[in-house]
């Protein structure tokens, strides 16, 4: 009997800061509709934390980030 492998869904959560500021961008069309949150996403089958933040930033905002220009500071796992 084969057993299924773990699977990790993962997500990246995205801090546009200037100065003293962090752009929230309000939900739409998901559980938490109407509330503000960080720009977000998961990751998709292949993509590395790179290509999400990239794919996400541009998919949630608009906003197109060069992968040389991220700074990923943390990782966690709950």
Not at 32 to 40: E, I, N, P, R
Request: proline share 1%; with cysteine; aromatic share 6%.
């Amino acid at each position: 009997m084969r057993q299924d492998r773990f699977t990790l869904h993962a997500s990246v959560h995205i801090l546009f800061m200037k100065e003293e500021e962090i752009l929230l961008s309000l939900r739409k069309y998901i559980s938490s509709d109407g509330l503000y949150g960080l720009v977000a996403g998961h990751l998709e089958d292949g993509e590395t934390i790179s290509q999400a933040f990239v794919r996400e930033a541009k998919e949630e905002v608009g906003v197109v980030v060069k992968p040389e220009n991220l700074n990923i500071s943390t990782i966690c796992h709950s």
